[in-house]
Structures are given as C-alpha cells and as structure tokens.
C-alpha cells in the first residue's frame, strides 16, 4: 500500500512537474555512484518534465557529464515510433541535453520476440551492475496508469511475480498501446535509492486512492516496495 506520508498533491500538473524537476536534479547531485543512474518511464506524462530538465534553472544543476540512462520500460516498436518510450525522451530531453550518448542504454526492440530483448536488455544491465543480486538504481521515474500499473506492469499479470528476472517481457500489457513490451520487475523498482513516482491526472484518481488506502489492494502501484527512498507526487486536476 502506498504510505501516505510520501504523497505530495499538487493543485496543477504544472507545479508538480517543476517539484518533480527540482527532485530529479536533488536527488542525482547526492548520488555518490559515478556514473549516476536514471531509469526513465514512457507515456505522455514525463515530456513536460524532460522539457523542464533542458532549460534553466534545472539544466545547468544536472550531473549530465557522469549520467546514465536507463529505461524502466519499452513497447515492442522501432525507435522512431510515435509509442517508443526512448523516441519520447529522445525528443523532448536527450537531442537537447550534454548527456554522454555512449552512456544511454535504450531497451533493444529489434529482436524476433520481446522475451529474447528482455534477456539481452538484462545482459546489458549485468555489465553496467556486475556481480550485484539486483541492479540499484539511484533514480527510478515512475508513472502511474488509470488501472494503477506502474512501468509495464499491469494488475494480475505474471510479470507482477517475476522474482527473479531483472528484465521480464509483457506480451499482452493490459492497455493501450496494445504492443507487447519489457519492463523492469518489481525487484528491480525495489532497489532503487530514490523513486519519484508522478501521478498526474483526474483519471488517475480512483487508482490511487485504492493503491494509498486498501492494504488489501492488488494495485502494481500498491505492490511497490521500495528499499530506498519514494516520493508520490499526484495532482488529480485536469
Ligand atoms: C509506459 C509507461 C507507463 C506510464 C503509465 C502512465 O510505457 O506506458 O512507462 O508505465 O508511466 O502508463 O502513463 P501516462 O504518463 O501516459 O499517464
């Protein structure tokens, strides 16, 4: 169940976006690990924020000469896709930003099945986490779903129990885009030192309080159990 204590509500999207961006450039300038690691998520909330990190005054505080980036998850689609999760950071922050590109790790999309990227993107995570149980993130950005899945993991999905992959495949995600996908498991998103999970959206609203109040509640989002540190910054407004 999502502890109430780390929820922050905002009373519009725009202020909880620049809070976001504050965090982010907070929590990765405290990360003693070079280089430091970002895990990013896809769909639409995260491009206002992106956009926030390439200007001034977030831009100029980001460590992006020791910066590694990650996915948290990926659609099944070539890169230059409208549902790419990398062509929505490509876009909105990476063409824009002095980020080292030899240290931005995509998930692979061109394999014959998404189970054969998910074992290749988990060998690619290996060698950057050599000889660690789990790889440790310093910086995990979540999203939240309508159905109160966080990064492809959706409510009764078998990915939900995978314990053991770093990188598990999703063949049928529970919504829209209807392409298979990768995501990092729930172990993965545990070890993170710091989560910053961003809920905007009145349609988010009905999840989250399930996810925040039911200690019974099955909720991807509800399951999250974090190691390191979580925040939950919400604004259910339009
Ligand atoms: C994805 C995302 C996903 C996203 C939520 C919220 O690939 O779809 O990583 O986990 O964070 O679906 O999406 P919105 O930001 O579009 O509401």
């Known amino acids: 169940m999502i502890d109430i204590d780390v929820v922050h509500d905002f009373s519009d999207k725009e202020s909880l976006f620049q809070a976001t961006a504050a965090q982010v450039v907070q929590v990765l300038n405290q990360s003693p690990s070079k280089p430091v690691t970002m895990a990013l998520s896809g769909g639409s909330s995260p491009a206002r924020l992106f956009e926030l990190l390439t200007r001034p005054p977030y831009s100029e505080n980001m460590p992006w000469g020791r910066l590694a980036v990650f996915w948290v998850d990926e659609r099944m689609v070539p890169y230059d896709h409208k549902h790419s999760n990398f062509a929505l950071a490509k876009k909105w922050l990476l063409d824009h930003v002095p980020v080292n590109h030899s240290r931005v790790f995509p998930m692979p999309t061109d ?40 990064a492809s ?78 925040a939950w910054l919400t604004c259910f407004q339009e």
């Open 153 to 230: 993991l959706f409510p009764g999905d078998p990915a939900l129990r995978d314990a053991v992959s770093w990188v598990t495949a999703v063949p049928m995600p529970g919504m829209p885009p209807s392409v298979p996908r990768l995501t990092l498991t729930l172990p993965v998103l545990n070890q993170a030192r710091h989560i910053l999970a961003l809920v905007p959206g009145a349609g988010k609203r009905n999840a989250f309080i399930n996810a925040s109040t039911s200690s019974e509640s099955i909720l991807p989002a509800a399951l999250l159990a974090p190691q390191g540190k979580i």
């Open 111 to 150: 394999f014959p099945t998404p189970e054969a990227a998910a074992q290749a993107y988990e060998q690619t995570l290996r060698k950057v986490f050599p000889e660690m149980a789990w790889p440790r993130f310093d910086l995990v950005l979540l999203g939240m779903g309508p159905d109160g899945h966080i």
